[in-house]
C-alpha cells in the first residue's frame, strides 16, 4: 500500500471493535488504487466503514461497489431496485422490507455464497432522528468466549434458510410466496476462517440460523440463543445515525447487524439503498465448505452459477 501523504485517508474508529468513519476521499469521482487499498485494509480492521456527505447518485454506487467486487442482482426474492439498476435494492421504512431488518441478520445466509459486502447509501430522504443502523463484530464475539466454548463452536455446524421463522409464512405476502415456491436453504460452519487474516468468525445470526446440526432441538435452541446473546453484547457493537449522504460498507463475512425500529413512531419515511457484492463459499476451522441444501449460489448479476445438489 502507498504511504505517500497527499493519498492518506482520515480513519476515525467508533468504538473499540466495531466501525470506522473514513473521511478525505470524494466518491463522486473514481477511487484511486491507494484509495481502494486503504478502504480495503480499514474495513478488514473494523469490519464497518462509514462515509458522510457523499451524494452520489445509482450510477455513482454502483462504480463505487465495483471497486470492490462485483456486484449481485439486488436481493433473491424480494428486491424492488430502482428503474436501470438491477443490482440496488431499496430499502423504506414503511415497507416489510423494512420490518424484517428489525431483527438481527447478516445479509443473505442462506445461500452457500452469503455476500462478502454490503454498500447502503442514504438519499436525501431520512429522517433526523430514528431509523439508525446498529452493528456488531462477530470475530470479537468468537475470540472473547471461554477457550471451552470456542472449541466447542469450531465443530459445529448451522443450517440457516430464508423464512420459516417467527410467523414469516403466517400470511400470503408476495415475499412468503416466492420464498416457499423457491427456498433457499445452506449449512454453514458456526465458525467461518476469513481468507485474507486468518480470523475466525462466530457465523450465525438472529435472521437466519435455524438450528445446529447434530444436536436435538432443545440443545440447538439453547446453544443459538447463547452464540446470539454473545455477538449482540454492547460493547462490541457501533452505532450508526443516517444522515442525506451517508454510507454504510460493512465485511458481511464478519458483521451482523440491526435496523432498531423506532422509525415506525416516525412520520418521515427513511430510504436507502444497498448494492451486496458476490461471496466466496465459507470456510470453516476443519477447511470443510459450506454447501447448500436447496437452491443455487448468489452469483453476480448475469453470471450463471449453474445448478447445486
Known amino acids: 500500500m502507498s504511504t505517500l501523504a497527499s493519498t492518506r485517508l482520515d480513519i476515525r474508529p467508533l468504538s473499540v471493535f466495531t466501525g470506522a468513519e473514513i473521511h478525505g476521499v470524494d466518491l463522486t469521482r473514481p477511487l484511486s488504487g491507494d484509495e481502494i487499498d486503504q478502504i480495503k485494509a480499514a474495513l478488514l480492521r473494523w469490519k464497518v466503514v462509514f462515509f458522510r456527505n457523499q451524494h452520489i447518485d445509482h450510477a455513482q454506487h454502483l462504480a463505487f461497489a465495483q471497486a470492490f467486487g462485483r456486484p449481485t442482482s439486488a436481493h433473491p426474492y424480494d428486491a424492488n431496485p430502482p428503474e436501470g439498476y438491477p443490482q440496488i435494492r431499496t430499502i423504506s421504512s414503511t415497507s416489510k422490507t423494512g420490518r424484517r431488518g428489525e431483527r438481527w441478520h447478516t445479509d443473505v445466509t442462506g445461500v452457500v455464497n452469503p455476500p462478502a459486502g454490503s454498500i447502503l447509501r442514504a438519499g436525501h430522504q431520512v429522517p433526523a432522528y430514528g431509523g439508525d443502523t446498529v452493528f456488531t463484530n462477530l470475530v470479537a464475539a468468537y475470540e472473547h468466549l471461554s477457550p471451552a466454548l470456542r472449541a466447542l463452536a469450531d465443530t459445529l455446524w448451522a443450517r440457516h434458510q430464508f423464512g420459516g421463522y417467527n410467523g414469516d409464512f403466517d400470511n400470503q405476502s408476495v415475499y412468503a410466496q416466492r420464498v416457499q415456491a423457491s427456498p433457499l436453504v445452506s449449512e454453514h460452519p458456526v465458525v467461518r476462517v476469513l ?19 447434530d444436536v436435538n432441538e432443545e440443545e440447538s435452541r439453547h446453544l443459538l440463543n447463547l452464540f446470539f446473546d454473545e455477538i449482540t453484547r454492547p460493547e462490541y457493537t457501533a452505532r450508526f445515525r443516517w444522515e442525506p449522504g451517508s454510507i454504510a460498507f460493512w465485511d458481511n463475512r464478519a458483521t451482523a447487524h440491526q435496523g432498531p425500529a423506532d422509525f415506525a413512531y416516525l412520520d418521515v419515511e427513511r430510504v436507502l439503498y444497498r448494492i451486496t457484492l458476490e461471496g466466496d463459499v465459507p470456510v470453516g476451522v476443519d477447511g470443510r465448505h459450506s454447501n447448500a441444501v436447496l437452491g443455487k449460489p448468489f452469483g453476480a448479476l448475469g453470471v450463471d452459477t449453474g445448478a447445486v445438489a
Open 195 to 213: 481468507p485474507e487474516t486468518g480470523e475466525r468468525a462466530l457465523f450465525v445470526n438472529p435472521g437466519f440460523t435455524r438450528r445446529i446440526k
